[in-house]
């Protein structure tokens, strides 16, 4: 077990307390790195793992026991120094110690799914600073950033697909945005990133993102109008849309979203609102549905637990 993540190794491999590089679910590991711990399939010329060129870390069942990830061994010299292999070639190794990222040394990134024709569309850039970097991340990996008895709140993750909708000061409007005065955004959570949003046109109008947030951005309208908040800053609901063909599990007949965070400012200075602000303020004054809360109350790694393991 590595801060809560569990990995299945050969008997004897590796003993408690000791170094290992832990490779989590979603990576996609190099071939030399495939071939080194013997997950290399020679005859196809492709990996053991998951994914069409077998190269992609997925939780599986092993002997009845779920592997989360693959650890992958930390030697040490003569002086003691942790060192870790990093590639084909002798000599190709680094020292490392204990809490650091070592996926770029490994040559391991991150696995992104291709888009979906149907969550396609066209897009323009307007600048990273007017869109949000938002990515789910797993308390497992920050094993300090929670204290025990802590206040915390549990909100469901809808398994759907993220979706942003952003409104701009008037100063910041752009021609091919949505509403009135150009000023709403709307992108995917891979979109804003790079700092890209879907056009206001025709070729968007059955776009999944732009249908979905319709209701959201009438609302957003009306608030305008009637002059309730001026902005000097953008502002970003953040939620997940999910319906029939987004995802596996339909939640009904309809596309919905569902607001799980709101953000304030431009990129390098965004800041959260809490959950009261969301779930009251921001709810009431937009008029949009929150996500489901499961928990609310002083936090421990049992309570959480129990709110993940289904």
């Known amino acids: 077990v590595i801060d809560g993540y569990r990995s299945v190794v050969k008997k004897g491999k590796f003993q408690a307390g000791e170094l290992v590089a832990y490779i989590p679910e979603g990576a996609v590991v190099p071939v030399w790195l495939l071939k080194r711990l013997n997950l290399w399939d020679t005859d196809k010329g492709i990996g053991r793992l998951a994914g069409p060129q077998g190269n992609r870390v997925k939780a599986i069942k092993l002997r009845g026991e779920l592997s989360q990830g693959l650890c992958y061994e930390v030697v040490t ?34 696995y992104e799914p291709p888009i979906p024709v149907s969550l396609a569309g066209e897009v323009f ?3 990273q600073e007017l869109t949000v970097a938002f ?20 909100t469901e993750k809808i398994h759907g697909t993220c979706t942003v909708v952003g409104v701009l000061p008037l100063k910041d409007a752009h021609p091919e945005a949505f509403g009135r005065r150009k000023n709403i955004l709307v992108f995917s ?63 009904g007949k309809e596309i919905g979203l569902r607001i799980f965070a709101c953000v304030r400012g431009y990129r390098g200075n965004q800041r959260y609102l809490n959950w009261d602000e ?13 996500v ?6 002083p936090f421990s790694v049992e309570a959480m637990n129990l709110h993940t393991r289904g």
């Open 77 to 110: 010299d003569a002086s003691g120094a942790a060192q870790i292999v990093t590639g084909e070639e002798p000599g190709c190794f680094t020292q490392v110690s204990e809490g650091q990222d070592v996926a770029s040394l490994l040559g391991v990134t991150k």
């Open 125 to 127: 850039n307007a600048g």
């Open 135 to 154: 990515d789910v991340e797993n308390w497992k990996s920050f094993p300090d950033i929670l204290q025990e008895g802590e206040p915390v709140i549990f």
């Open 189 to 251: 959570k891979g979109l804003g990133a790079q700092g890209l949003v879907f056009k206001n046109n025709a070729a968007n109008a059955n776009n999944l993102y732009v249908r979905s947030t319709e209701k959201l951005r009438q609302c957003i309208e009306e608030v305008l109008d009637g002059g309730i908040e001026e902005l000097n800053e953008p502002l970003f609901f953040l939620g997940e849309t999910f319906g029939p063909k987004v995802q596996d599990l339909p939640y």
């Open 278 to 290: 969301v779930r009251g303020v921001m709810a009431k004054t937009y008029g949009f549905e929150t």
């Open 292 to 297: 489901p809360v499961l928990y609310e109350g």
